[in-house]
Every structure is written in structure tokens, then in C-alpha cells.
T-cell receptor, first 114, second 108 residues
Framework: DAMVIQNPRYQVTQFGKPVTLSCSQT?????MYWYQQKSSQAPKLLFH???????NEADTPDNFQSRRPNTSFCFLDIRSPGLGDAAMYLC?????????????FGAGSRLTVL | RKEVEQDPGPFNVPEGATVAFNCTYS??????FFWYRQDCRKEPKLLMS???SGNEDGRFTAQLNRASQYISLLIRDSKLSDSATYLC?????????FGKGTRLHILP
């Protein structure tokens, strides 16, 4: 049974047209992460929530926003997608424990920008 | 210096051989360490955690050297199904950073 579910799996959008990607979890984990992964590159952390506390990475563009309305759901909003934003977006959850903060990933949302 | 560095490979290794990957990290205050496996166009999945005492899971052995800020993964008797990208992952507090990954191709 999938424990971290991302929707949609595939998203095609036009340059500049806003996109929202969703992530839900059944693990009741405190921490939810959004990563961007481009081909042959490491997953790059965009931001994460520890409960309701939002932690933005310094180099995450303002074009990327996130919402976590409750423990189970987290959203990634891309306000004006550019061609360079085409990537796989991975949501992950973690317990936040200092020793053993193992991540569970969703299957990802692959974004294409035309 | 990148926070987590790995040799990107690819490593092309005959089936049955032993292969070793290395990873270095820059933050000496890092608290926990992992190896993840990622298949092509799939999400990363946990392979194993890495402990200072070293740990083994079947054909896989992971080692951590805190003094040198160095993590390793050894795969013995490699199988075709081991072909994947292996990601070194480092955790400090609730922030988790991935290395770029090392690509492994097991050759029949």
C-alpha cells in the first residue's frame, strides 16, 4: 500500500502557467520534504516542513511555494513555471528523529514545461 | 566544497564481482547517514543506514568514518539487479542532503 502518494504523476504545463503538485501521507510523519530532481542530478531540497514550521532553502527561487494545511497533506506551487523547472518533483516524509530520520518517498511528479 | 560528494561513475562491473562506492561529506556535525538506491525514472528507496561500527545486510556492507567524514558501500557477488544509481545521504537535524549518486551497471 502506497504510504506517500503524489498527484499528478505527470503534469504538462505551458510556460508561465501555474502548477500545483500534491503529496499526501498515511505515515503520520512530522516532516515533509519537497525535492527537485533533474536528469542525472541529485535530488535538490527545495524546502521542508517540521510540523507547521516551514524551512526554505536559501537558494530556492521565490517561484516555488509550499503549503501544508494538515499533517497528511503538502502542496508544491510553482507560480510561473519556466523551461528550467522541468524536472521530477519528489515528496518525502520523515520522522525527524536525529538518529534514523529515514525518508519515505512518493513516486514523484514529472513536470514538463512547453 | 559540496555538502555530499560522490564519484558519479558509471561503474561497469561484471556479474559476481565486488564493487565499492565512496562518499564524503562536509559538515562534521552531521548526525546520520544512509545509502539509497534509485532505479531509472523511479523514486529513491532506502538501501541501508550507516553506523560507525559498520553494518552488513546480506551482500551489502556500509562503513562510516567520522574522523575522515567518509562513508562507503561495498557490494559483494554483484547481481544484474544491482544495476542502479546509489545515493549517499547525510542528515543533520531534520535536513537531509543527497549526493549526486554513483551509477552502477552490472554486466552479464
Amino acid at each position: 500500500d502506497a504510504m506517500v502518494i503524489q498527484n499528478p504523476r505527470y503534469q504538462v504545463t505551458q510556460f508561465g502557467k501555474p502548477v500545483t503538485l500534491s503529496c499526501s501521507q498515511t505515515l503520520n510523519h512530522n516532516v515533509m520534504y519537497w525535492y527537485q530532481q533533474k536528469s542525472s542530478q541529485a535530488p535538490k531540497l527545495l524546502f521542508h516542513y517540521y510540523d507547521k514550521d516551514f524551512n526554505n532553502e536559501a537558494d530556492t527561487p521565490d517561484n516555488f511555494q509550499s503549503r501544508r494545511p494538515n499533517t497528511s497533506f503538502c502542496f508544491l506551487d510553482i507560480r510561473s513555471p519556466g523551461l528550467g523547472d522541468a524536472a521530477m518533483y519528489l515528496c518525502a516524509t520523515g520522522t525527524g528523529l536525529i538518529l534514523g530520520n529515514v525518508l519515505t518517498f512518493g513516486a514523484g511528479s514529472r513536470l514538463t514545461v512547453l | 566544497r559540496k555538502e555530499v560528494e560522490q564519484d558519479p561513475g558509471p561503474f561497469n562491473v561484471p556479474e559476481g564481482a565486488t564493487v565499492a562506492f565512496n562518499c564524503t561529506y562536509s559538515n562534521s556535525a552531521s548526525q546520520s547517514f544512509f545509502w539509497y538506491r534509485q532505479d531509472c525514472r523511479k523514486e529513491p528507496k532506502l538501501l541501508m543506514s550507516v553506523y560507525s561500527s559498520g553494518n552488513e545486510d546480506g551482500r551489502f556492507t556500509a562503513q562510516l568514518n567520522r574522523a575522515s567524514q567518509y562513508i562507503s558501500l561495498l557490494i559483494r557477488d554483484s547481481k544484474l539487479s544491482d544495476s542502479a544509481t546509489y545515493l549517499c545521504v547525510v542528515n543533520k537535524d531534520d535536513k537531509i542532503i543527497f549526493g549526486k549518486g554513483t551509477r552502477l551497471h552490472i554486466l552479464p
